[in-house]
């Protein structure tokens, strides 16, 4: 098992930002996971991934944020850290051939 850690960094001049609160810029959740996702496959490049379970429980704007990927033994913890504060949390999950959903 490993855990990841790092830091995200969503720009003010990101692309996604222009139609989504212009006047009050919020990442969107997608784009966060997203970032998880491409993190993990910094490790793991052929993994079928699917997101679950994705708790927003703060507006993220741009800045930098520190985040922790952590493998368990059914997929990914993900966290994403605001000044301490678990601001994003969820899971992404090996995909598998026989799976329903992949």
């Known amino acids: 098992m490993f855990n990841l850690t790092g830091t995200f960094t969503f720009p003010a001049d990101e692309a996604a930002l222009q139609d989504h609160f212009p006047d009050s810029p919020v990442i969107p959740g997608t784009l966060i996971i997203h970032s998880f996702v491409h993190a993990l496959r910094t490790r793991m490049p052929e993994a079928m991934l699917s ?52």
Not at 65 to 84: A, D, M, R
Request: aromatic content about 14%; glycine content about 10%.
């Open 51 to 102: 997101a679950n379970r994705f708790r927003f429980k703060e507006f993220i704007t741009p800045a930098s944020y520190q985040y922790s990927i952590e493998q368990t033994p059914s997929g990914f913890s993900c966290t994403l850290f605001n000044k301490g504060r678990k601001a994003v949390t969820g899971r992404l999950d090996i995909q598998t051939r026989g799976d329903a959903n992949g």
